[in-house]
């Protein structure tokens, strides 16, 4: 029986019955090599010349540089294919999802409650700190809650987060201005861009 010469590292051929990224089985997140099934494909990157090729021709310049056909874009016309080392692919994917969620801010929301007849010292105290809040790039929710019959005061809990959302006004702009949600009046105020 003859020997084959090693040429080096082989393509990844692995089987993972054809799924496609999202599936819920599916243990490899894109299709490489023999699992695309397309009769031509568009190589895009920077190993090869771009153009649409039939899915042999394709595999044939992935195996003569010793790397793997992975198809990146299933639901272009042809599906788009770059020649890279799999492993590599994914390890550059993973750091790009990482850097994105790192980069991505989080929206924190802070709860200010009123009463309908808050008075000045309690408003004032809860207004300290809504500036606070916003300065640190917090959403500010506040609400008047309507206990029992206080439900009577809405125009008054109106008043007073028109009011807040005034003093507020060099700190934040109103992302809504106050809506009744059934025993609350809400307000939500954004922090303003630096």
Do not use: W
């Not at 990224?21 to 010349?49: S, W």
């Not at 994105?100 to 004032?124: C, L, M, W």
């Not at 809504?130 to 009577?152: D, H, N, Q, T």
Request: overall charge positive.
């Amino acid at each position: 029986m003859e020997k084959k010469p090693f040429n080096g590292p082989q393509p990844n051929r692995g089987n993972n019955g054809g799924q496609r990224k999202g599936d819920k089985n599916a243990k490899e997140p894109y299709l490489i090599n023999d699992q695309i099934r397309a009769r031509e494909v568009r190589l895009v990157g920077d190993n090869v010349e771009v153009g649409v090729y039939s899915i042999s021709e394709a595999l044939n310049i992935a195996d003569e540089q010793g790397l793997d056909l992975i198809e990146i874009s299933p639901n272009a016309e042809p599906p788009v294919c770059k020649i890279l080392d799999y492993q590599k692919f994914l390890y550059q994917q993973k750091k790009r999802l990482k850097e994105q969620k790192a980069k991505s801010t989080k929206v924190v929301v802070k709860e200010i409650r009123f009463g309908p007849q808050t008075d000045d010292h309690d408003y004032n105290f809860k207004l300290k700190h809504a500036v606070g809040f916003l300065k640190e790039g917090a959403k500010v929710k506040a609400y008047v809650f309507f206990k029992g019959r206080s439900i009577l005061f809405k125009e008054q809990g109106e008043v007073l987060l028109l009011r807040f959302a005034n003093d507020l006004e060099e700190y934040g702009k109103v992302e809504q201005m106050p809506v009744l949600e059934g025993k609350r009046m809400i307000l939500m105020i954004t922090p303003k861009k630096k």
